[in-house]
């Protein structure tokens, strides 16, 4: 539907529309996997190299504590051997984007000066160009999600911004995935402490709060998390019963 402003025609373009189709199947992807935060990164590498122009591998670089730990989704075995790079070099443009929340851009690996040791060993892979966009903030821990290209000059400012628009709505799906699993994991915790402790009751024929403080003594004594040493109670009790 069109919409006249001022007399000029202001209906939407056809790349326009082409990009809200996109997005639109995007969406779908990503709710498909909500439930599981791994499956939902990695829908966001594929569904990235599919929807941003130049875009020919992927990969979402994981910074915990600050510290580079690992990639935690990949499309295409060239942005693995990337990451390797920048987690072996301690530097590149894909931990300075999670890490400084920003978008980076490299247009030619053969002059960018901004990490020179990087530049070099991404190029001998094969990669010309990278563009890294913040993908997730939790506390200190960062993320990323990083294109790359075997062409010079690869992203425009057109594939910047379906990109970064891309990064935007993949965030906040992942992190309504994080957050739905962290419910359900501590859900499970409850159960099973709550089983545990009825299990101590009955042996030990102690009232609900005393057995669950020792619970608690036996988590602090042991440190060992309340809801594993709840698991360990109750696998010990299941072993005890006659088969």
Not at 19 to 46: E, K, N, W, Y
Not at 150 to 162: C, N, P, V
Not at 172 to 186: D, P
Request: some cysteine; charged content about 25%.
């Amino acid at each position: 539907m069109s919409e006249q402003v001022l007399g000029r025609d202001v209906s939407p373009s056809s790349s326009e529309l082409a990009l809200g189709s996109r997005m639109a199947a995007v969406a779908r992807d990503l709710r498909r996997d909500h439930g599981d935060p791994d499956r939902m990164l990695q829908a966001i590498t594929d569904s990235s190299v599919l929807n941003v122009p130049s875009a020919e591998y992927a990969s979402i670089t994981t910074v915990l504590q600050g510290r580079f730990v690992h990639s935690a989704a990949l499309s295409g075995d060239i942005a693995a051997k990337c990451d390797a790079v920048q987690e072996h070099l301690g530097e590149g443009p894909c931990l300075e984007s999670a890490i400084e929340q920003r978008t980076i851009r490299i247009d030619d690996m053969d002059i960018d000066d901004r990490w020179p040791r990087f530049a070099v060993a991404a190029a001998g892979l094969g990669v010309q160009s990278m563009i890294c966009f913040q993908l997730y903030v939790e506390g200190f821990n960062f993320g990323a999600l990083n294109l790359h290209s075997s062409r010079k000059l690869a992203f425009d400012a057109d594939a910047e911004s379906i990109g970064a628009l891309f990064a935007a709505h993949a965030a906040i799906a992942f992190s309504s995935a994080r957050e739905e699993q962290q419910i359900r994991a501590a859900l499970t915790s409850r159960d099973v402490i709550g089983q545990a402790k009825g299990m101590l009751m009955e042996r030990y024929k102690l009232s609900s709060q005393a057995a669950f403080a020792l619970l608690s003594r036996l988590s602090q004594d042991t440190n060992t998390k309340l809801a594993d040493l709840a698991n360990q109670v109750v696998a010990d009790a299941e072993k005890d019963l006659p088969g």
